[in-house]
């Protein structure tokens, strides 16, 4: 009996794609190895100074990647779905930040006309910052799951996917017609204030560890333990671990579901909004368009640590964040290309490793 082609192709197609598979990976490191021996060894254009300033710019902007792609990954692991409007729930809290700190610039302190309310009480004023970009992104991801998500938990997956795209668009319309489609600078308090620092010496020359950067790193990392102990040891983690691997089977045993989901935005959203304080505080501009390509690359993140893993959507920012701080140089590139980079990567991992470093994890019910 005669098999037909179209049930031959199949086999044929990935016995080849099993041999040019090692041979492209093989051409690929020969390239960046040339590349890399080439501006580094060769020309010798970058001293330590420079990369290290490079590194400490990619550790920084990588920490904010991370706390965004775990809000990607929460929802993925619960939904099966891609949050798109994530980087505009973001963006929100970068302008609670703005509004926040205009308004307490505005109120003086004491009969010195200078001393305002965020110069006087930083603490204070930084903590409320976050509460209030928090809460404000926080509400929008629960409104986001109930209103764009909910109504459509049963229909075929790409549904969902277009919903989130619509949201985004909205989200960013609406954030234009509201604070005006202009860029703002967010004023910090003066113990935060953007280009200050520590001084360290690298081979004879000054390189600044900001007050910033620092502030927005260790402040990620200890978000980032949070919620990966919250996750493991709470009763609500194990709800949402619950819910992630057979949502029917949770409900028969007294979770509520639509709660679980729920409580996953605005755990989710609080983090974005955590991310758009930091952003505001650390970069400065925001607008209503800053949360879209740190959303994309905080996606692109989670994909390179293993979508639905904690832990790999933290070590995947990270990378993520040196790799397009550092990648331009050490290729000799301009500098203007980093996005070209870090989508590249996301390309090359999809091709030769698709579980992510760190590996994929999913319910059975999913695969």
């Not at 420079?50 to 920490?63: E, V, Y």
Request: hydrophobic residues 55%.
């Amino acid at each position: 009996m005669n098999v037909p082609l179209a049930q031959k192709s199949p086999p044929r197609f990935g016995r080849v794609q099993t041999v040019l598979r090692p041979l492209l990976g093989a051409a690929l490191g020969l390239f960046l190895f040339y590349r890399l021996y080439n501006v580094i060894i060769v020309q010798h254009e970058y001293g330590p100074e420079t990369w290290t300033r490079l590194l400490i710019a990619g550790l920084i902007i990588g920490s904010v990647y991370a706390l965004i792609a775990i809000g990607y990954t929460l929802v993925y692991g619960i939904l099966f779905m891609i949050n798109f409007a994530h980087g505009e729930v973001m963006m929100f809290g970068a302008y609670s930040t703005l509004f926040v700190f205009e308004a307490f610039k505005a109120i003086k302190v004491g009969s010195d006309p200078v001393l305002t309310f965020s110069n006087a009480y930083p603490v204070l004023a930084i903590l409320i910052a976050f509460v209030v970009g928090m809460s404000v992104s926080a509400l929008i991801g629960y409104l986001l799951e109930r209103i764009a998500y909910r109504p459509l938990r049963k229909a075929p997956r790409l549904v969902p996917l277009i919903s989130a795209i619509g949201a985004s668009i909205f989200l960013q319309n609406a954030a234009q017609l509201l604070f005006s489609p202009q860029l703002r600078d967010v004023t910090n308090p003066e113990v935060l204030a953007r280009g200050s620092g520590w001084s360290l010496m690298v081979n004879g020359s000054k390189v600044i560890l900001p007050y910033t950067g620092v502030f927005t790193f260790v402040l990620s990392l200890i978000l980032l333990a949070g919620l990966y102990l919250m996750v493991q040891k709470t009763k609500l983690g194990r709800a949402m671990r619950a819910v992630a691997l057979d949502k029917k089977t949770a409900a028969l045993m007294g979770i509520d579901v639509d709660r679980t989901i729920s409580l996953t935005f605005f755990i989710s959203g609080a983090l974005a909004g955590a991310a758009g304080v930091m952003w505001g505080i650390h970069n400065g501009l925001v607008y209503y368009f800053v949360g879209f390509i740190p959303g994309i690359k905080a996606f692109t993140a989670a994909v390179l640590g293993g979508i639905g893993n904690l832990p790999g959507a933290m070590l995947g920012g990270l990378f993520l964040g040196v790799i397009e701080s550092v990648g331009p140089a050490a290729l000799g590139l301009d500098f203007q290309l980093k996005d070209v980079i870090a989508f590249a990567l996301l390309i090359i991992v999809l091709i030769f490793r698709p579980s992510g470093l760190l590996g994929e994890r999913l319910a059975e019910e999913k695969l």
